[in-house]
């Protein structure tokens, strides 16, 4: 499962957990409290998944500084770093140019609300990422909560006037690898939670690895099949 942290490097997108701030298409359903403990939790996972792998972790975060993150995020980084640019795709562009820029080979930008992304899927990513150019996980939504990509290879414009938050966004970001001559592998796609609707389908199907989010779901009463 150990990755060389000399190559290979994971950036994970993060908002500031406060209550109001975060998941607000669940908060309407679950409250705002609620919906920003059940985040922290999906992140928590993620890292533990990130901890097995042995992979040096960049926290990119949405505020104007780290005040307010969860030392528990912070101590687990070795980077913790403003998230720049006016879009979605300018701030995954910037993160992917700045660890590139700092000598590392490959990374994978995660999202921070898919409890599905555990060790297995991360390590798979990079033993793909020798061969391909890219290395996709798809959302169930359309998106995506996984890029890994090669510094070799790298093209920032598979970031650029894509529709994001729309259904298809993966299939924009496909056209563009395919117009641009790199190759991509599709691994298994994950449940992402933004909705209460989504949070259902999640909990009909769980991820075995998920223990901090099964636990905060199985607490709040919900049934995971």
């Known amino acids: 499962m150990e990755i060389s942290p000399q190559s290979a490097a994971v950036a994970l997108f993060v908002r500031h957990p406060v209550p109001g701030r975060v998941k607000t298409r669940l908060a309407r359903d679950l409250g705002n409290e609620n919906a920003c403990g059940l985040y922290q939790m999906m992140v928590k996972d993620i890292l533990a998944g990130i901890a097995v792998c042995n992979l040096p972790l960049y926290l990119f975060h949405d505020g104007s500084d780290s005040g ?40 994978a930008l995660l999202g921070s609300d898919i409890p599905g992304l555990d060790a297995e899927l991360l390590a798979t990513a990079f033993q793909t990422l020798a061969t391909d150019d890219s290395v996709i996980v798809p959302a169930v939504d359309g998106g995506y909560c996984l890029i890994a990509l090669r510094r070799n290879t790298y093209d920032q414009r598979v970031f650029q006037n894509i529709a994001w938050s729309t ?21 298994a796609s994950r449940q992402d939670i933004d909705t209460c609707a989504d949070l259902e389908t999640y909990c009909r199907n769980p991820s075995k690895t998920a223990h901090a989010t099964n636990q905060w779901l199985s607490n709040a009463g919900y049934t995971l099949c």
């Not at 969860?70 to 300018?90: K, R, Y």
């Not at 299939?171 to 190759?183: A, D, H, V, W």
Request: net charge negative; aromatic share 6%.
């Open 167 to 187: 259904t298809g966004v993966l299939k924009s970001t496909l056209e563009k690898m395919e117009r641009y001559g790199l190759r991509v592998s599709l691994l």
């Open 68 to 107: 307010g993150l969860p030392e528990e995020w912070t101590a687990a980084a070795c980077g913790v770093i403003a998230q720049q640019g006016d879009s979605l795709g300018a701030r995954m562009a910037a993160s992917f140019e700045q660890l590139f820029s700092n000598g590392i080979d490959t990374v």
